[in-house]
DNA sequence: CACTACGTTCTCACCGGACGAGAACGCTGC
DNA sequence: GCAGCGTTCTCGTCCGGTGAGAACGTAGTG
């Protein structure tokens, strides 16, 4: 029985060398539960290609410099353009807070660019490619909020709406009506709807048509907040303007 | 004829996506030779294990999150631990050029921490994960040097000695007796033979047992070198000996 | 509106190559 | 000498990849 297609089996292995940082065919094997033949004809095609290599000397298998190569591929094709990333950055100095910029890719809502600092530090799950939760973060909602209807809910269903804290809103309907207000407001809260004691707030960035294409945002702790929620939102249409402006230009 | 194995097939679309950067799958199919319905097949294969992304509305593929995680994973297993990374930034500044630690991994020699800045930018080609012209980079050389002659001379076999100025050594013997003197001065300089007009020193780093399991190494423009090579040595050996410390202690 | 070009998915009969049990070889450590 | 591991072969079975071709929807054009 061959277990799944080759192709699955082959990312399988990759994933398995990946996730351990370093392992022998054995180990492999037991983990995938293939058969040892199979796993060396495998590990052996991958190390041909370069996506593993081979430490003889320990009868280990790691990581080749190919996936370095894929890695650099996605980002470059990924990362917000340089005003973009300039002005997220001057606005995680002007507010004194971690800074995201989050655009749509395909069915998706990534984050592709952050600008934090010892002082200000990201939340810890978002990072550059992030793509999950969009429920839950302000920018998602901004994102969400630009969707149609089917759009939205296509998107829901297939990723689920995990409760990530007590606040988290788990019920389509709810958000739905959720996202009408932001859309009308222009600026969406989150309120430790994604981590505890964390407050985001996100709001549009516009291209040319006047359509929403990204969401620029912060996150704060909660406590930091309270009394500067305008000083915040008026930051954000701010520097999201600027972003708006390079979209139109460009 | 099913062209090579599906394995080979599978990265070579995956590989033709990431160079293009976004392509259809009639570019694909042209670029690789490959019938379109097989590498339909291929890309949403892809896709379903995230490798790739769709993005329907344009009809073209892209790379997806996976390839990201694998670069992240790749780095963190090679990123050279902290004392080590210190050292080479403290390098970095104490000299005013840009400085790199290498490593052997396997049967290869890799760059695995650099540091450098604006003012004294990296050398182009150099990026974490470099792995090639061993033969024409200073630390390059002192990781030669570290092998045995049968070691080392597979290696060279294995990768060429491609000429990449015309002061590159391009014949085994020469380079051989090189690196005999490299090993008994202890240090490794490298005059225009990987760029023009750059001039590179590296010496070597030893664990607890006295072998060089590293190198560490300083990149400048050939005219800021005259007369500063002692001072050169001198700060990589005291550099070095902070880096053979650290692997004595853990 | 017909017409073309493209993106995408099916169908289907063929057959190459993946499959895995098992054995074998070399090496290390006890 | 033996056990355990890493690694590679062998070999008969049969699964699943293969690609020409057709089909469907859609976008753009004249």
Known sequence: MPGQSLISRTFAVLESVAASGSATAREVSHQLEIPLPSVYRLLNELTAHQYLVHLKAEGRFELGPKCFDLGLSFRQRLLAPSPIRQATTELHRTLQAASYFAMYRGADIVLTYLSDCDKHPRLR??????????H????????LSGMTREQRSSYLEARGMPMLTPYTMTRQELLHAHLETVSTRGVAWEHEEFLPRTTCAAVPVRNGTGMCVGSLAVSMPTAKVLGRESQIETALREYAGRCSRFLRAG
């Open 136 to 143: 839950a973060t302000a920018f998602g909602k901004i994102l």
């Open 125 to 134: 799950p978002l990072r550059f490619g992030f793509h999950e939760a969009a």
